[in-house]
């Protein structure tokens, strides 16, 4: 009996043990969320005001350094190609780019030199017969048109020689090629290699350098005279705007007035400063935005929070402007937006649609 009387005060004092344990868990659970729904509230929500600020209107732009002359060198003759310059070198205006020579450039100046020495030769016993035609005609011994003839004769020619003069002249031109500007050499032939007359053999790209860059706006010209930036660092103004557009709609646009150094081929992209506004703007927390991506802020009201629709610009140094829905002096939520976008705290906070 005694030992029954034990094994049931036991089992009792186990009871109230475990009954007390779990008063105790439920109820630090119960203050835990109470203090944390309480703290949570007062952490949630911060506001600010929305106000005017100036900012730099600006559109991305991207493009291409490239040199603002190109010359396509082309043969004026056929023949071989005995010496190329460097591909890729730094050209002087009037350096010697290429020579050409080989068996038909040869050919061609040994035939004319002959032709040059022949005439001479002609042309010395011409002179000659006119010389004594002269005296002739002096001494009344021939008539004046056999004297005439002779004249006519001998500038026939000279007229000749001075062709053939005037063709090496010419051919000893065409087989130097020199650079027409100062700029970069590509060479499109080398050494060795037969070409025909009219076929290219090189370029020569200016050392003056453009920017090439494409940008979409509805008003072309107020990009005349801007300036566009590469990394925030100004680089250029535009200079032309081109009338034509790209086939995605691109403004295509020139910037010929550099602010640095830049090298052909560059690729380049950034922004370019349209001109100074005056819009409303909004922390940037203070935006949320839906599932579908739609922005929208609370506005503090005398009854609680109203939720409303924005359209949304730029954000610039923790500022996101507002470009329709609010006006500036507007209190709006500027810590906890998300969760009075996405959870059910209408009852605590007031929020309305």
Not at 109 to 130: M, Y
Not at 212 to 220: A, I, K, L
Not at 230 to 255: E, H, M, Q, S, Y
Not at 281 to 288: D, G, K, T, Y
Request: net charge positive.
């Amino acid at each position: 009996m005694k030992k029954n009387f034990e094994a049931v005060v036991l089992i009792i004092l186990i009871l109230v043990v475990i009954g007390a344990t779990v008063w105790n868990a439920v109820n630090i659970k119960f203050r835990s969320k109470t203090t944390t729904k309480v703290n949570f509230k007062e952490k949630l929500i911060s506001t600010s005001k929305s106000k005017y600020i100036n900012f730099v209107k600006t559109l991305n732009w991207f493009g291409k350094v490239v040199p603002t002359k190109e010359i396509t060198l082309k043969s004026l003759t056929d023949g071989e190609i005995t010496w190329a310059n460097r591909n890729g070198k730094i050209v002087k205006k009037g350096e010697v780019l290429f020579r050409l020579g080989g068996k038909i450039i040869d050919n061609k100046i040994n035939s004319i030199e002959s032709n040059i020495a022949n005439l001479k030769g002609q042309i010395k016993i011409e002179e000659n017969i006119v010389r004594l035609k002269k005296l002739s005609f002096e001494n009344r011994l021939i008539k004046k048109s056999e004297l005439l003839s002779s004249l006519e004769k001998l500038a026939n020619l000279r007229a000749k020689l001075k062709t053939y003069q005037l063709e090496l002249k010419s051919l000893k031109a065409q087989i130097t090629v020199l650079s027409p500007i100062n700029g970069l050499f590509r060479k499109m032939a080398f050494k060795g290699e037969l070409i025909t007359k009219g076929s290219p053999i090189g370029s020569v790209y200016s050392d003056k350098v453009r920017i090439v860059g494409y940008t979409f706006s509805n008003n072309p010209h107020e990009l005349l005279n801007k300036t566009i930036l590469v990394d925030n660092r100004p680089v250029g103004a535009i200079t032309k705007i081109l009338p034509l557009r790209r086939k995605d709609g691109a403004i295509v646009f020139w910037a010929d007035k550099l602010y640095e150094k830049l090298n052909a081929g560059e690729s380049l992209e950034g922004r370019v400063e349209i001109g100074e506004e005056k819009c409303v703007a909004v922390p940037e927390n203070a935006v949320a935005y839906n599932e579908n991506g739609k922005p929208f802020v609370f506005v503090k009201t005398k009854k609680g929070y109203r939720k409303v629709a924005v359209k949304v610009g730029e954000t610039i140094n923790g500022w996101t402007l507002i470009k329709s829905g609010i006006t500036a002096n507007e209190r709006v939520i500027t810590s906890g937006s998300y969760e009075l976008l996405y959870k059910n705290f209408n009852k605590i906070f007031k929020a309305s649609d």
